[in-house]
């Protein structure tokens, strides 16, 4: 629990669980939001998983968008029911009343009608569905209870904790949660993401124009891309519910 999340646990509190690895299964996620693991039913839950895309064409694509792939998935072959977590896995005996879900996710959070990393000049974007969605995950979570969710629009990318070099740049998420933990309202939390977002889209803008000014010997094509998917994957976080929502924890004792 490094930094803030020491300072949030020793103020405030908070326990945590970890399931990591074999322990990250469909059944303990159940679990977990039902109360039954160790510390009861969570305050906050932060996911980190492959969100799975389903084709236009396919009759489940609108109820498991964005469905979280739990450790049950072998590794190859095509996932099966009991490999997801879907909004129909939240039972009736689940515990999420004043939960705060952070989901990291390909569409987590929701599906466009059209991607949004195309890069191929002059081709129409792909099609992704017949209409933009929001994930059905969590708009069940709202319905059962929970405060709100803080998820991905369309695929989500390795730069919200990586560098364009692959070093590690965890910082931002990791004071969004700090900041959530502190009991700071969901939509005011995401503001390193927001600031991010400014940052990296003046990058693009200048590489972007140094482009057309000086060609790829300046700014390399690879380099382009890699500030548009970084700056669109900034931008694609999305509150779902009442960002005015945050934990109460000012009722917790240490």
């Known amino acids: 629990m490094p ?19 074999e322990d990250a299964t469909k059944q303990r996620l159940a679990s977990l939001l039902s109360g039954r693991e160790p510390g009861g039913a969570p305050a906050f839950l932060f996911t980190g998983s492959h969100g ?12 498991k968008q964005g469905a979280l792939l739990c450790q049950d998935w072998p590794g190859f072959g095509s996932t099966k029911p009991e490999h997801l977590f879907t909004a129909a896995d939240i039972t009736p005996d689940a515990r999420i009343h004043g939960l705060i ?9 929701g599906c466009p009608t059209t991607d949004n990393f195309g890069l191929i000049t002059g081709q129409e974007p792909t099609v992704l569905g017949k209409e933009a969605i929001i ?15 803080l998820a991905h629009i369309d695929r989500a990318w390795a730069y919200s ?3 364009s070099r692959s070093q590690p740049q965890v910082q931002d998420m990791r004071d969004v949660m700090v900041r959530i933990l502190q009991g700071q309202r969901l ?24 482009h057309k000014d ?18 669109n994957d900034a931008r694609n976080y999305v509150v779902i519910g009442d960002p005015a929502v945050r934990l109460r924890v000012e009722l917790m004792t240490a």
């Open 161 to 163: 904790f990586q560098s």
């Open 3 to 21: 930094g803030g999340f020491r300072d949030a646990r020793r103020r405030r509190g908070f326990q945590m669980t970890a399931l990591l690895a």
């Open 101 to 109: 879900h952070f989901f990291f996710a390909c569409y987590g959070g």
């Open 135 to 149: 994930a059905r995950l969590p708009q069940r979570l709202l319905s059962r209870g929970a405060l709100g969710s």
């Open 52 to 63: 799975v895309r389903f084709k236009m064409e396919n009759p489940e694509q609108r109820e």
């Open 214 to 231: 000086y060609g790829s010997q300046v700014v390399s094509d690879t380099l382009l891309a890699n500030h548009y998917v970084a700056r």
């Open 187 to 210: 939509g005011q939390a995401t503001e390193s993401f927001n600031v991010r977002w400014a940052v990296l889209s003046a990058e693009l803008q200048q590489s972007m124009s140094e």
